[in-house]
């Protein structure tokens, strides 16, 4: 089964310019995550989609990121204007809605993709 | 709020020891308790869960408990190995299916 697939891996831009990285969730997951990794702590949750809708993204500077899940597959996050607090590993997780055999809804992560903002 | 909390934020064993990681979640509604290893450049990735119907979970030399009245759980790590060496993160699951991680532990395992 292929894990979630997040792209760039790696990317570095100047204050104030624009950047998207896109996430493949697992094949058949329903809820698909965004979390934020600064450098030495733990993720922080920034957009939880079900299918194509917005669960929750109380934690989600709206004023300069956003993020679609178009067609309920996979979901690009955007970042305009960034800033050099920014700078952080993107983290894209998804998860099944299923709760069968004792599924208890597990993250599988991407790789991140690591946002260096200069 | 929904707030975990991790200590100690970094821990060096010995080979061969055991490691002790504790976390405290704030809402006592959380039902859902995992652990996340992650090591160097990848994402994380889930070792072992409990749910608050259970005390005490154990596969092979990793286990967790959990405190329902304290609020706490523990991760513990027997026979530690090089290859043990990672940051693990705590995490609690609030309303809403809302995972909430802990500041994560830097686990050293000196051979």
């Known amino acids: 089964e292929a894990g979630v697939a997040q792209s760039p891996r790696y990317k570095i831009i100047e204050k104030r310019q624009s950047v998207a990285f896109w996430c493949n969730p697992i094949?058949?997951?329903?809820?698909l995550y965004w979390y934020q990794q600064i450098l030495g702590q733990g993720p922080k949750l920034l957009i939880q989609?079900?299918?194509?809708?917005?669960?929750?993204d109380s934690q989600l500077p709206k004023d300069r990121f956003s993020a679609e899940r178009l067609k309920g597959v996979d979901s690009t996050l955007k970042i305009q204007p960034a800033k050099l607090e920014d700078s952080a590993v993107y983290l894209c997780?998804?998860?099944?809605?299923?709760?069968?055999?004792?599924?208890?809804?597990?993250?599988?992560f991407g790789e991140g993709s690591r946002l260096t903002v200069l | 709020g929904e707030n975990v909390e991790q200590h100690p934020s970094t821990l060096s064993v010995q080979e061969g020891d055991s490691a002790v990681i504790k976390c405290t979640y704030s809402?006592?509604?959380?039902?859902?308790f995992p652990w996340y290893k992650q090591e160097l450049g990848k994402g994380p990735q889930l070792i072992i869960d409990?749910?608050?119907?259970?005390g005490e979970k154990k596969d092979q030399r990793i286990a967790v408990t959990l405190n329902k009245t304290a609020k706490h759980f523990s991760l513990h790590i027997t026979e530690t190995q090089p290859e043990d060496s990672a940051v693990y993160f705590c995490?609690?699951?609030?309303?809403?299916?809302?995972?909430?991680f802990g500041g994560g532990t830097r686990v050293l395992v000196k051979p």
């Open positions: 997780a998804s998860s099944s809605l299923a709760r069968d055999r004792g599924n208890t809804g597990e993250l599988f």
């Open positions: 094949s058949g997951h329903a809820t």
């Open positions: 989609f079900q299918n194509n809708g917005v669960v929750d």
């Open positions: 809402d006592s509604a959380s039902n859902y």
């Open positions: 409990i749910r608050s119907n259970v």
């Open positions: 995490a609690a699951r609030f309303a809403g299916n809302k995972l909430t």
